[in-house]
């Protein structure tokens, strides 16, 4: 590389190159390559944080560690302290990712609503709306104490010094694309600023034992620096997912240094702000039709919750040679595979027929344990036979048309008697596990043709 010259960094994951290519060999998107001055060289990131009186160098043995299970802060939302490992823990750095306008600046908000009741120190640090804007949010949402702060500022210079003498527990910036360094001379969003600006906020949080959530906007044209690039460098990553024309949200955690990343948070779209939704499988379900043909609901694993929701699969004669295959919310191959497997095993013909399915709600799943309910969803459809309402199905379907055993059967089915569901259809071969519930009528199937005698 030149020296002080320019280098091209693809702006979804961060790859640096030397040239301009334009698909990018790390993430394989298209077109992400922007040219940006090259960083200095030979700066190292900051240390983990230290506690006083630890040696600045030199092995320890691990058992003189002390282990220093700090208290963690309850947020005030119980679906968001659950996806954080049971709430913030003091001096870490968090990025809260997700589509703009999905609801980030709205759930910190009420994250600094709830946490000012506490904490005497929160601060709000908004690049992207004035004061006014803000204010007119939190009259949304509710009402706040005195103790929140709020300033709009992207100079990260200023709010580094702001910070360090306001001491705050809690600080937010929103978002992380609108912060600049001085001395780095791309723009504001670009690889090299959002990278920096990362830095800087972790060692000020270590240093300082302040939390800092960061809001990074996921961007899909590859314009400004997407948070897949500093996911490396912060302690927690959590993404806001949702449909933005259905109201309900999910917080799923990617990574966490602090508890488990098989946590999701549910959250529904208010006039007044985000609510939790405490029993998403109920949410999900609601609006399914009764007694129609090509739905059926599948019980599907997020992280260690069971949560029931509704597969919908629509078939009919395709007018064209090459059938026409939609696949919403899962796999579209996995889809693919499935019809090839009904064909093949059922002397189905589906080879001629077009298949829509859909994850009604917008969920994205990909979990094999959803199979045996697409498979019913589709055959049902096809034959136009409704499944009973009163039915739930998982299971795995091998390609052998066998139906294959999937974790956690026992807490699936105990969602569905939770939910009131008269019956579950599972693999046979998870039948010894789920022996001991009762009250809930459970019929094993150990090949896909059964499970069609079942439905007629
Ligand atoms: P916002 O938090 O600004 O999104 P982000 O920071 O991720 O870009 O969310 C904005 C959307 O949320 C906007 O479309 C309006 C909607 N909204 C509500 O429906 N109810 C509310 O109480 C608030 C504050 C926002
Ligand atoms: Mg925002």
Request: include cysteine; charged fraction near 25%.
């Amino acid at each position: 590389m030149k020296k002080g010259g320019t280098i091209f960094f693809c702006q979804s994951c961060g790859y640096e190159s030397a040239k301009w290519s334009g698909q990018c060999p790390a993430c394989r998107q298209w077109n992400t390559f922007a040219e940006e001055p090259a960083p200095k060289k030979s700066r190292g990131g900051p240390a983990p944080a230290r506690r006083s009186g630890e040696a600045r160098s030199g092995p320890v043995c691990l058992a003189e560690v002390a282990s220093g299970e700090r208290e963690r802060i309850s947020t005030g939302m119980k679906e968001l302290d659950q996806v954080l490992g049971g709430g913030i823990v003091p001096g870490s750095l968090v990025l809260v990712g997700g589509d703009p306008g999905i609801g980030k600046s709205t759930l910190l908000l009420q994250v600094c609503r709830n946490l000012s009741d506490r904490l005497s120190g929160v601060l709000y640090i908004s690049g992207e709306e004035s004061l006014q804007q803000i204010k007119l949010r939190a009259l949304r949402i509710g009402e706040f104490r005195e103790s929140l702060k709020l300033m709009c500022e992207t100079n990260l210079a200023d709010i580094e010094e702001v910070v360090l003498r306001e001491k705050p527990q809690v600080a937010i910036i929103d978002s992380i694309q609108t912060m600049y360094q001085e001395e780095i001379s791309s723009a504001p969003g670009s690889v090299s600023q959002v990278r920096e600006a990362t830095g800087v906020l972790m060692r000020l949080a270590k240093e300082q034992g302040i939390t800092i959530f960061i809001v990074g906007h996921v961007t899909k044209e590859g314009t400004v620096a997407g948070p897949r690039v500093l996911e490396h460098m912060v302690d927690t990553v959590l993404y806001f997912e949702g449909d933005r024309h259905a109201s309900y949200r999910i917080l799923r955690g990617v990574k966490n240094r602090f508890g488990s990343t098989n946590e999701i948070g549910v959250f529904e779209m208010q006039e007044s702000g985000l609510k939790e939704v405490a029993n998403p499988s109920e949410y999900m379900l609601n609006g399914k039709p009764e007694g129609a043909s090509g739905s059926v609901v599948a019980c599907t694993m997020e992280g260690t919750r069971p949560m029931l929701l509704e597969v919908q699969a629509l078939v009919c004669r395709t007018n064209f040679g090459l059938p026409r295959r939609t696949a919403a919310g899962m796999d579209f191959n996995r889809v693919n595979l499935l019809l090839a497997v009904l064909e093949k095993r059922l002397n189905l013909p589906f080879s001629s027929y077009d298949a829509y399915v859909n994850i009604a709600g917008g969920l994205r799943l990909n979990e094999p344990a959803m199979d045996l309910a697409l498979v019913l969803a589709m055959i049902s459809s096809y034959k136009d036979i409704p499944v009973s309402g009163k039915t739930v199905v998982f299971g795995e379907v091998g390609l052998s048309g066998e139906v294959r055993a999937v974790s956690m059967a026992r807490q699936r089915v105990q969602e569905a008697k939770k939910l009131g569901f008269t019956k579950v259809l599972l693999p046979q071969s998870s039948m010894e596990q789920v022996k001991a519930v009762t009250g809930i009528e459970l019929v094993g199937v150990a090949a896909v043709r059964d499970a069609l005698r079942i439905i007629g």
